[in-house]
């Protein structure tokens, strides 16, 4: 007797949030759980390194910002090297430095924000140039239904950009400037402003990875 298969229904979707802030960065919700912790802060005082600080907003088809989401950053430290052992270059780790973000936007303003230095040139793959400095970005809000993968790169890093093997990839040429975050200088501060647009003109790159 040849029993019949029998297949299991897909278990139902959900995009994140409303809750992002109480489960994951509770202190930014005003609960006294993990208080020390500061995700958005990747650096100590002994990491290497331009120190910098990254700023900016989600913003969604209509240019409103969006005040329930969660941005979490992977970033090679600023001799080019990731904290990971799929990284075997022969160059310094750097124990100060975490190489991992995560923030949350600010209730108010819609405003995330993290702590970290300007990172290294890392190769490119299979014997590409090497790639400009640049962080990678990961973006998840309610109404997302698949986390967003994005990548800031530095205005200021023309030349490295311009040979870039990523950006050199994205066509027209003009889509390439949704991923270049400007440079200022506020109170003694490096700030790199990078506004993550979700929807319309100009909408920020996302990759398929």
């Known amino acids: 007797m040849v029993q019949a298969l029998t297949y299991l229904k897909e278990t139902a979707s959900q995009t994140a949030g409303p809750f992002l802030h109480i489960g994951l960065l509770p202190s930014a919700a005003g ?12 650096v100590s005082g002994a990491t290497a390194g331009e120190r910098i ?3 900016g907003r989600v913003i969604d088809g209509a240019g409103a910002p969006l005040r329930d989401a969660m941005v979490e950053i992977w970033q090679a430290n600023a001799h080019g090297r990731h904290n ?16 991992f973000g995560r923030a949350v936007t600010d209730f108010e303003s819609g405003l995330f924000w993290f702590e970290t230095v300007k990172p290294g040139r890392v190769p490119g793959r299979h014997g590409q ?6 962080v990678s970005l990961w973006i998840v ?22 040979e870039d093997p990523v950006l050199r990839l994205i066509e ?3 889509r390439r400037q949704t991923l270049m975050a400007a440079r200022e200088e506020r109170g003694g501060e490096v700030v790199y402003r990078f506004d993550v647009r979700l929807q319309g003109d100009p909408e920020t790159v996302f990759f398929d990875v």
């Open 141 to 162: 809000a309610r109404g997302i239904n698949i986390g967003l993968h994005t990548r800031m790169y530095f205005a200021d890093e023309s030349a490295a950009n311009a």
């Open 84 to 99: 990971h052992p799929a990284d075997r270059q022969d160059k310094p780790l750097d124990a100060g430095f975490r190489g």
């Open 31 to 42: 609960l006294n759980l993990r208080t020390q912790e500061k995700p958005n802060v990747l």
């Open 53 to 55: 600080r990254i700023e």
């Open 172 to 174: 027209p040429a003009e």
């Open 129 to 134: 140039k090497p790639m400009a400095p640049h």
